[in-house]
């Protein structure tokens, strides 16, 4: 069982940045882990997501604007997202699987964080 924590939430204005953060409860090293988000009124969707082995992958809407790394010494994975928009606004959520396949879809892990809230101002 892994336990994952969110933490770098909050409330920032239009082209702010933020660093979210999600630490493991054990190591990370074989896990693929990703950020998904839920705005209200709407369902999950896919973020970004790195592999057990580090190759990165991002939805088009953030492409070029977020990034994610995984710190395998800390087991944490990180997500910077820089050039906020209002649209990000959502409480984003930190998920874990072991090995990891179609890293897009939430269906495809196990292990869920509690999420943290991004609000972003015009």
């Known amino acids: 069982q892994v336990q994952l924590v969110e933490s770098g939430g909050g409330l920032v204005q239009a082209g702010d940045s933020l660093r979210l953060s999600c630490a493991a409860s054990?190591?990370?090293?074989?896990?693929?882990m990703a950020w998904f988000r839920q705005a209200p009124g709407k369902e999950r969707e896919f973020v970004a997501a790195?592999?057990?082995?580090?190759?990165?992958y991002y939805s088009d809407s953030v492409e070029g604007r977020f990034t994610i790394t995984k710190d395998n010494a800390k087991n944490t994975v990180y997500l910077q997202q820089n050039s906020l928009k209002p649209e990000d606004t959502a409480i984003y959520y930190c998920?874990?699987?072991?090995w990891g396949v179609g890293l897009r879809s939430p269906d495809r892990y196990r292990y869920w964080g509690q999420g943290t809230q991004v609000t972003v101002s015009s």
């Open positions: 054990g190591p990370t090293t074989w896990y693929a």
């Open positions: 790195t592999s057990w082995n580090g190759n990165t």
């Open positions: 998920a874990a699987e072991m």
